[in-house]
């Protein structure tokens, strides 16, 4: 089990710490739960009273709630903020592959960064550009031509078509569907005639994408997403939707107000 001293994460959060900065913490929990060893938080000041009662090693609150914690403190202007970081020094998701599994099917000539892990049963197809430290879940296809940036990475069961663009650092859950057809028809007297989509999808970096959630390339210009975008579980991106780049004072916003 990973643990750090109070102090420790005080400074890896950017917070300030007020009483025993040697306190072993490690893990996180919730503020009614949160017990020996555990840091909590509280971030809406209104649930202040709960905190007499609060067993948990280490409270991160705002310098307004900081008198009433019985015990020790992380004071940060964004409790909610440094919950996060404090839960992402503790993460125990495994990697979704690690190294190339003898069941995966990669093409003579995809390109493969350094240290990129394929997941059984995966396929990555020709002309496929896979980035350094990518991963590639078990029972994923990465199509024709599909470029895929460093450090990204793709769970179980994930289809990303071919020529589909993704950018650096993106995190896609499993069941997604990257590049499917558009619904695109003409009617002929009552025939239905489909439309190729000869479009794609480009997304940028940071982008994050739900479990089971489906992007459907362009009917001729491109669907995209752009950096820093997150999209929930069981989405349809319709094409050539554009979603722009998530401007970081909205993220912030959305913070405060939890």
Known sequence: MVSFTLAEVAEKIGAE?????????????GLD??????????????????????EASAVIVKEADREFCKGNALVMRDPYL???LVAQIFDTTPRCATDIAP???????????????VGHNAVV????????????????????????????????????????????????????????????YANDRGRWVKI???GSVRIGDRVEIGACT?????????????DGAIIDNQCQIAHNVSIGEIPQSLVQQSWLAA
């Open 17 to 29: 710490y007020f009483g025993d900065g040697s306190e072993v913490i490690h893990s996180v929990a």
């Open 33 to 54: 739960k949160a017990g020996k060893g555990q840091v909590t938080f509280l971030s809406n000041s209104k649930y202040r009273k709960h905190l007499e009662l609060c």
């Open 82 to 84: 440094g919950f996060a």
């Open 103 to 117: 069941s995966a099917y990669v093409a003579e000539d995809a390109k493969l960064g350094e240290g990129v892990s």
């Open 125 to 184: 197809e020709s002309g496929a550009e896979l980035g350094d430290n990518v991963q590639i879940g078990a029972g994923c296809f990465v199509g024709k031509n599909a470029r895929i940036g460093a450090n990204t990475k793709l769970w179980a069961n994930v289809s990303v078509y071919h020529n589909v663009v993704m950018g650096e650092s993106c995190l896609v859950q499993s069941g997604t569907v990257i590049g499917s057809d558009g619904f695109g």
């Open 196 to 198: 190729p989509q000869l």
């Open 214 to 226: 489906t992007i459907d390339r362009g009917a001729l210009d491109d669907t995209v997403i752009e």
